[in-house]
């Protein structure tokens, strides 16, 4: 296991179609997290999981998005609904929560292009 | 609230200058936690330094170093002799100890001339 790993890396999608993407975090982490970036600005905070519970989700969350994390495994990310200010990477990233917060290692991200 | 300002849109430096990148936050929090990430071209965040609100220690790392000072909620990031390979945007975020997500900046884009 050399990293999270996210797929796809890329997509484009109609407006109005449902995409999910999908993110493998590091083995044994037990936190993920999902974070949206647009073009010139840092990583904005979507949601996380403590193994497999939904314990936040921002208010940038809206109900078009949903979050799933079965088993506490890998995570996938769905948009329904897709609308052009979606376009944005979308990135996932792990880390091992031990009572205090430690680093977050992030994926590559999935790009995603609503046209 | 938690916030980050990375006052410095974007630098460009020629190959083997020194660069210092500037990262001031915001918190109530007297616990918490500061970080510095690389995101080159490809797009992964690539994690560089953790450093938590006890320690004021500056750090280096190589041509990396790193100064903490508490007194101006700063946490500026330097880089020696920089190398082409440094060109990258890079970031640096907050968060609370025992925190649920990370507060980030919006970044410096670092450009290094050969």
């Known amino acids: 296991d050399t990293g999270v790993s996210q797929n796809p890396r890329h997509k484009i999608t109609k407006r109005g179609q449902n995409v999910t993407f999908r993110c493998d975090p590091i083995?044994?982490?037990?936190?993920l997290y999902w974070y949206r970036q647009t073009l010139g600005q840092g990583p904005e905070f979507l949601t996380y999981?403590?193994?497999?519970?939904?314990?936040?989700k921002s208010r940038l969350l809206s109900d078009r998005f949903s979050a799933e994390r079965p088993k506490g495994s890998f995570s996938t990310l769905e948009i329904q609904r897709t609308e052009q200010g979606d376009s944005a990477m979308y990135l996932c990233?792990?880390?091992?929560?031990?009572?205090?917060?430690?680093?977050?290692?992030f994926g590559q991200g999935t790009r995603l292009t609503v046209v | 609230a938690q916030k980050v300002t990375q006052a410095q849109t974007e630098i460009s430096v020629v190959e083997k200058e020194d660069v210092t990148l500037d990262c001031v936050y915001e918190?109530?929090?007297?616990?918490?936690?500061l970080f510095w990430y690389k995101q080159p071209p490809s797009g992964e965040l690539v994690f560089l330094i953790r450093r938590n609100s006890f320690d004021e220690q500056n750090e280096i790392s190589g041509r990396y170093s790193w100064n903490f000072q508490k007194s101006t909620s700063s946490f500026n990031f330097t880089i020696t002799a920089s190398q082409v390979v440094d060109s990258a945007v890079y970031f640096c975020a907050l968060s609370e100890y025992t925190g649920n997500q990370f507060y980030f900046g919006t970044g410096t884009s670092l450009t290094v001339i050969p």
């Open positions: 999981f403590q193994n497999e519970a939904q314990l936040e």
């Open positions: 990233a792990s880390s091992l929560e031990l009572g205090v917060n430690t680093e977050a290692f």
């Open positions: 918190t109530r929090d007297t616990t918490y936690y």
């Open positions: 083995s044994e982490h037990n936190r």
